[in-house]
Every structure is written in structure tokens, then in C-alpha cells.
């Protein structure tokens, strides 16, 4: 972190406060658990770049496995993703999981499964999350998500994917403040910061184009439904407010434990 910053925003966001509150929580968790580190899926994005620089304050560059896991991964996020792991002098671990993805979209096929875009992203999701709890277990430490509030809040993730983890650190800070947090961390690259937020699902993909909004208005809206104050609301349309509300329905299932019958 650079010395000397404090980063308050005018609603009162802390960003040098907010790391070290993260971090030590990060490491007392750690501790209680009994493991010695942490695992985290380098994709070159903001939020995973975010959690390594946490995952290091908390538990020492030493105790840090950053892992690439390209399937049908764009270049330059493989690239972004290396450089953090060498600005931060952590382990980079690559398990190229693009023959194992073929074999089993191919397997599908087979078994006359109908394959879509939405199919594929989730199978790429929860291979990558195998092989990070293969990591993980080899060497006790705990997977570290990568999810924030704004987008766990609309199911923005792959259930028993990017959304199985032990710990998510950051999901209760929004997207924007994420970004707060990523400005006191100079071992991210700059262009990782600057670039549209992707999670190179398939190619063109970005985050924005696929929730329908930009991150700045989903979280405007998150904001104000969490205020309940109706002047917040008013200033936003309508049908904006019921759509998030929808995704925020359709989501319960993903932040919640899988339901159970309750016996008489």
C-alpha cells in the first residue's frame, strides 16, 4: 500500500481502513480454521487482482498460491494475471484445463445435452474451482473468492463455481468500492484497473453487457433498495429497480444453503 494515503470518499469509504479491517479478518479466519494460507484464481480481473494483495497482507507472500487456469483464456489476461503474481512475489501455479474442458463439453454432447454459451461459462466455472480446492488441499490452505456484493447480490456467479468458496472476503463491498480498494494497491497493473470488467466467459464477453447495466447504475440501484429511504428510489426508473429486484429473487438460491424438506 502507499504510504501516507487515506482514501475517504464522501459516503464515508475508508479504503486504507477497509484493508486492513479485511485483512486481519482475513488472517484471524485463517487461523481459526486451521490453515496456513491462501488460494486464489488469478483471471488478470480487478476482483481477483483485489484479493491477492489482501490474501498477501493477511497471510505473507509466502503463504499465497495464485493460480492461472486458462480455458480458451484471452492472451493479455493471462499476461495481466502474471504480472500481478510477479509485482506481488507469489507462487504462480498453471493448470491448463482446456483438454480436460473439450473432453467433457464433448462428453455432454454425446450424452445429447444441448450446449450454449450459458452451459459452457458454468462448466469452465466449476472445473476451475476443482482444481483450486486440488491446490487448496494439497497444502491446507483455503480458497479465497473473488465475489463482490454487487454481483453476488444478482447471482453473478456460478453456483458451486466461482461461487464455491471458503471465504469471500470482499462480498460485501460493492463493485465501485472494490475499484476504491484497488487504487491503494500499486502491484496492480494499471490496465487492469482501466479495462472493461470481463470474466472472459466467451470471446467479446463483458460483465456489463451481460447484466444489462453498468456497475456504476446496478449499484445506484443495490444502494437505494438497501436504504428503503423512497427518495433514493424516486430518482431511479421504475423498471430499472424491478429488474434488479428480479435478479435478486432468481438469486436466492445462490446465497443461500440448498434448501431442505423440513420433516413433520
Known amino acids: 500500500m502507499r504510504d501516507g494515503e487515506n482514501d475517504s470518499c464522501s459516503c464515508g469509504f475508508d479504503s486504507c481502513s477497509e484493508i486492513t479491517n479485511v485483512s ?37 507472500r509466502e503463504n499465497v498460491i495464485g493460480v492461472s487456469l486458462p480455458i480458451q483464456t484471452r492472451k493479455d489476461m493471462v499476461i495481466d494475471a502474471e504480472r500481478l503474481a510477479s509485482n506481488l512475489c507469489i507462487k504462480l501455479v498453471t493448470i491448463n484445463l482446456e483438454k480436460t474442458y473439450n473432453e467433457t463439453i464433448e462428453a455432454m454432447l454425446q450424452g445429447g445435452i444441448v450446449i450454449n454459451d450459458i452451459v459452457q461459462a458454468n462448466v469452465k466455472a466449476r472445473l476451475r474451482m476443482t482444481a483450486l480446492y486440488g491446490v487448496a488441499n494439497s497444502v491446507n490452505y483455503l480458497v479465497a473468492g473473488t465475489g463482490n456484493l454487487s454481483e453476488l447480490m444478482v447471482g453473478y456467479c456460478t453456483k458451486y463455481g466461482d461461487g464455491g468458496v471458503d471465504v469471500e472476503p470482499i462480498g460485501n463491498y460493492y463493485k465501485a468500492e472494490v475499484y476504491k480498494l484497488a487504487e491503494l494497491m500499486p502491484e496492480i497493473p494499471n490496465n487492469v484497473i482501466t479495462k472493461a470488467p470481463s470474466a472472459d466467459l466467451w470471446e467479446g464477453q463483458t460483465d456489463e453487457e451481460e447484466l444489462g447495466m453498468t456497475y456504476d447504475e446496478l449499484d445506484e440501484i443495490l444502494k437505494a433498495l438497501a436504504s428503503g429511504i423512497s427518495s433514493e428510489l424516486d430518482k431511479i426508473d421504475i423498471s430499472r429497480i424491478t429488474k434488479v429486484e428480479k435478479m435478486i429473487q432468481a438469486a436466492k438460491h445462490k446465497n443461500n444453503p440448498p434448501a431442505r424438506y423440513i420433516r413433520n
Do not use: N, P, Q
Not at 479466519?29 to 490474501?55: E, N, P, W
Open 24 to 60: 486481519d479478518w482475513m488472517k484471524d479466519y485463517s487461523k481459526k480454521a486451521g490453515t496456513k494460507g491462501f488460494v486464489i484464481g488469478l483471471s488478470g480481473g480487478i476482483d481477483s487482482s483485489v484479493m491477492a494483495c489482501l490474501s498477501v497482507k493477511a497471510a505473507g
